[in-house]
């Protein structure tokens, strides 16, 4: 993956995304209670509506879940520069956010910081 790209990880059931920040490092919306590395719809956040936006490595937040890069949106939206992805999104690092499911979940985060407007199809 290059900087600014848009991570989407398989996980049973759903899809966790992250935006890649290089050299391993993915900026993602993740539990605020600690113990799970990504959300889901049995997470104690989607009860709490409150995530915490981590930095953490690729492997780490994909453990055996397969990833790929998935810029799916670059074809109706234009993304900011690399460098004002990467600058917008570590101004969020360890901050604690708003977490709805249907209006605010991980793939709104990201596509946020890369296009500037919250984009989900997966809700």
């Not at 966790?16 to 799970?36: C, E, M, Q």
Request: aromatic share 12%; glycine share 8%.
């Amino acid at each position: 993956p290059n900087p600014g790209d848009l991570i989407e990880i398989k996980r049973p059931g759903y899809e966790h995304w992250a935006l890649y920040l290089g050299k391993g490092y993915v900026i993602h919306v993740t539990n605020i209670v600690g113990g799970a590395s990504s959300l889901s719809a049995s997470s104690g956040t989607i009860l709490t509506r409150r995530a915490k936006v981590k930095k953490e490595l690729l492997e780490e937040v994909a453990g055996n879940n397969d990833w790929a890069v998935n810029n799916k949106y670059d074809r109706f939206r234009t993304p900011f520069p690399m460098e004002e992805i990467i600058r917008r999104a570590e101004r969020w690092i360890d901050v604690v956010v708003l977490y709805r499911l249907f209006f605010k979940n991980c793939e709104h985060f990201v596509t946020e910081l890369r296009y500037g407007e919250g984009l989900s199809e997966q809700v």
